[in-house]
């Protein structure tokens, strides 16, 4: 499961900058969430079933096959969410005897003919409608419903939109369309026959085995999975899809996307045969099932699903090539849900309280495919943003990765299990060594595979191979909460000629133990010490030197998950970017740039230095800190952007470039900006429309119609708003509306950028366009859920909501016929109701 991100750089003022930050257990008592007791066992789950697309329902029969775990048992009990039950029996070679059941609180007691034995086996028939939208479980932060099945327009009635059907299973909600025991630590094989109109393909978990063609322009599909797998990975698609075929091997990999963007599927999805290829042979475990397929869903109440053959992305991984020249955006996410293939559906999380070797892997998936595709540097990069994320969060130190007292399952799903526990593999992966490490991994998969596992049993496989102790590590960072906050400092001794470095640890509670890298420069150059810090506030080490250091730079390879102090001097910093070949000590001296260039020459000096970086990151992030309009910075820099402007690699990056020329508003650069507007790259585009916004204002209306920002990024959305919202460029209306919708948040982090969007909100709400007003209506539902109790951010939502429902109301009175504006007005109504319940 990749976490639904819903506006994360607009929320940081109440969310702390990501989707987690609020904390489930505060001030409640602690509740033991064991793992699911097995009373049964399930064995294959065979489905038929067709769509009543009216009703929003679908007619189910289902063929159970199970036996007693271990205890005899005269009875099976099933999770059966908001259906009708009409038959239930006991299926023997076809022939059906009525079995008694009971079925309240969404739960399907059935009592069997008789007591069976373990390895007893029995089929039980049941007959049913899945009625999803009756389901009363909540979704959370990162799945933001849990209906279980999915109807998309259904009824044809959204122009723009298409008709599909999906299903997400994830945690527990599989059974809201078949009844199942539906725990992470049940395994069953499925087959599934799909009754759908013939216009429409579908897709499934497994192999496609059959498809026959029935009365009434209808079609049955069977598909078959014949490895066991969880029931919340069983999945279902339906819709007007293109497929674009691919291969991995000798192994089918298909890509399920919209017409629209059938050309553009290889771009997008194009690297997963690759990263099949690669994740293979890291592991030494190749990949484990029948087939590889993805497919996009139109408002999925997440980011993506790993459902085992059948990953489903929402649809936002849909990108045109204005967007791909720049970056792919969703390749993280592809690898993320390829590697859950083995961490996820392969081995399974025993309970969702081992979350951590599920998602923990798949967030470091994509550290481990950006270090092979793209180079350490740029893995570190994203290793950066990853822990960041974390500490952005003031709820995540109070939890540990592996917890049992949750209030809800859906709450394992946070910066903890992800961003945390993919900077824990990495730590624990550099203390191992490559070859252990993934020995290890390849030792725990093949030991647990298409069955369950926990941090204990991982823990069990890298000892094995390592031959270490691993208890410590894992109660510290697995068992245990927090991370250090690390100061120091140095005392160099003229006689002895050595320096003693004082590492302090200042966080409140436990003292952390760990290896640490410091870096000594002298005379410009660092040497590097690998010391060991022991669990204690104050360790002391010595190094031989020749003079008092130029300076001294802690973890200065970055991979320790933790917070650090430190007092450094421009000089000191432009020392550090100069000399360190490290990703972060790069980064950290360019952020210090960024912050000080207009008070210290040597701070620019930093920012002039890493315009040539080999990480574009880096060369973007010290564009940024530049302003050329200031002399000083524009005589050390100028010649240099200008070149960046036009034929920098990366066109992020030329983006970046154009954006710091338009700031001097010199109209010397407007043919550079027009040349700009004929770019493939909307960074390009974009940015080139806010340079001839400023020299030539006239023409932006015109120029600003011609952009295409279905999907655009939260960035470039940024970008644009100021100039969309001030043109009154009504086109472009529904692409601010999602970052119009969160104006009272941006106005904390960026005061005129908030401004620029709380008009655009209040002109989305004085006019009569309904898709502008669909879209704000849609992501503040979802984001909803990530809010959570926060009583200070839903207020301020509701009052936005009315404040924009009594804005409709006007416009409703000067055209009382308007179909849409009636729409728009119960989009608003539903809205507000939501957040009150």
């Not at 669909?774 to 503040?780: F, G, M, R, S």
Request: no cysteine.
């Amino acid at each position: 499961m990749k976490k639904l991100l819903i506006s994360i750089s607009l929320l940081g003022i109440f969310f702390s900058g990501n989707v987690f930050a609020q904390t489930e257990t505060s001030g409640r008592t602690e509740v033991y969430r064991q793992a699911h007791t097995k009373m049964t066992e399930l064995k294959h789950t065979k489905l038929k079933v067709n769509f009543d697309y009216q009703k929003e329902q679908m007619g189910g029969e289902e063929w159970l096959t199970a036996s007693p775990y271990f205890y005899p048992t005269d009875s099976l009990v099933l999770n059966a969410k908001a259906m009708l039950i009409h038959e239930v029996a006991l299926d023997k070679n076809g022939s059906k005897s009525p079995l008694k059941y009971e079925y309240k609180n969404d739960m399907l007691k059935i009592n069997l003919d008789k007591t069976y034995n373990r390895n007893q086996d029995y089929t039980v028939y049941i007959k049913y409608t899945a009625r999803p939208n009756e389901v009363t479980q909540e979704g959370s932060a990162a799945i933001s419903d849990a209906k279980g099945l999915y109807f998309i327009n259904a009824k044809g009635t959204e122009a723009d939109k298409p008709t599909q059907i999906w299903t997400q299973g994830e945690t527990e909600s599989s059974s809201a369309w078949f009844p199942t025991i539906d725990k992470t630590n049940q395994k069953t094989t499925q087959e599934i026959y799909m009754t759908v109109p013939d216009k429409y393909v579908t897709l499934s978990n497994g192999l496609m085995k059959s498809s026959k063609k029935d009365s009434n322009g209808l079609r049955t599909d069977h598909w078959v999975m014949d490895k066991k797998h969880a029931p919340y990975l069983f999945f279902m698609g339906v819709g007007d899809y293109a497929i674009v075929k691919d291969k991995w091997r000798n192994i089918d990999v298909d890509y399920y996307v919209e017409k629209e963007y059938e050309p553009y599927a290889k771009q997008i999805f194009g690297n997963t045969p690759e990263m099949m290829e690669f994740f293979s042979k890291r592991l030494n475990y190749d990949y484990p099932w029948s087939k590889y397929a993805q497919i996009t869903g139109r408002d999925y109440v997440s980011g993506a699903m790993e459902n085992t053959t059948a990953v489903l992305h929402q649809e936002s991984a849909q990108q045109k090539p204005g967007d791909l020249i720049d970056e792919n955006r969703w390749e993280g996410t592809i690898a993320h849900e390829l590697f859950h293939h083995w961490f996820g559906d392969l081995v399974t999380a025993e309970s969702w309280s081992n979350l951590t070797v599920n998602e923990s892997f798949a967030n470091y998936s994509e550290y481990l495919w950006n270090e092979h595709k793209y180079g350490k540097d740029l893995a570190d990069y994203g290793l950066m943003k990853e822990i960041q994320g974390y500490l952005m969060d003031p709820s995540s130190p109070a939890k540990d990765l592996v917890r049992f007292s949750y209030k809800s399952r859906e709450d394992m799903f946070d910066g903890v299990s992800y961003n945390k526990g993919g900077a824990i593999l990495h730590m624990l992966r550099n203390y191992l060594g490559d070859d252990s490490f993934f020995a290890g991994l390849n030792d725990y998969l093949k030991t647990n595979e298409y069955g369950t596992g926990e941090a204990h049993q991982l823990r069990l496989s890298l000892e094995k191979v390592s031959g270490k102790d691993l208890n410590w590590f894992f109660n510290q960072w697995y068992f245990d909460s927090g991370h250090p906050k690390v100061s120091y400092t140095s005392t160099f001794e003229p006689v002895k000629k050595q320096v003693t470095v004082t590492v302090n640890q200042t966080q409140v509670g436990k003292n952390f133990q760990f290896p640490l890298a410091i870096d000594i420069y002298e005379n410009g150059k660092p040497t590097r010490q690998n010391v060991w810090v022991n669990a204690k506030e104050k360790n002391n080490f010595s190094f031989p030197v020749s003079k008092n250091p130029d300076l001294v730079n802690i973890n200065a390879d970055g991979l320790l998950l933790g917070e650090f102090t430190d007092s450094k001097t421009p000089e000191q910093y432009f020392m550090q970017y100069q000399n360190s070949k490290d990703f972060l000590s790069r980064y950290k001296a360019v952020e210090n740039g960024v912050e000080n260039s207009s008070k210290s020459p040597v701070a620019l000096k930093v920012l002039v230095a890493a315009l040539k970086d080999q990480n574009f990151r880096i060369r973007m992030k010290a564009l940024s800190g530049l302003d050329l309009s200031k002399a000083d910075q524009s005589k050390a820099a100028l010649s240099e952007v200008e070149k960046m402007a036009s034929s920098d690699p990366k066109t992020l990056v030329q983006g970046v470039a154009i954006s710091a020329l338009a700031k001097i508003k010199d109209r010397k650069y407007l043919p550079l900006f027009e040349n700009g507007m004929n770019a493939v790259s909307n960074s390009v585009k974009a940015n080139s429309l806010t340079g001839i916004a400023a020299v030539d204002p006239a023409r932006v209306a015109t120029l600003a119609e011609k952009l295409d920002l279905e999907g655009a990024s939260d960035n470039l959305i940024g970008e644009l708003l100021p100039i969309i919202v001030k043109n009154k460029i009504e086109k472009q209306m529904p692409a601010i509306a999602s970052t119009a919708a969160f104006y009272p948040f941006i106005k904390f982090q960026k005061p005129e950028l908030g401004t620029a969007a709380e008009e655009g909100f209040n002109w989305i709400m004085s006019s009569d366009n309904l898709k502008a007003t669909e879209n704000v209506t849609k992501v503040l539902t979802q984001v909803k859920s990530q809010i959570g109790s926060n009583p200070q951010a839903k207020m301020m939502i509701v009052q936005i909501l009315t404040d924009g429902l009594a804005k409709k109301m006007v416009v409703l009175k000067a055209n009382p016929s308007s179909k849409t504006i009636h729409a728009q007005i119960d989009l608003l109504n539903k809205t507000i109701e939501a957040y009150k319940d």
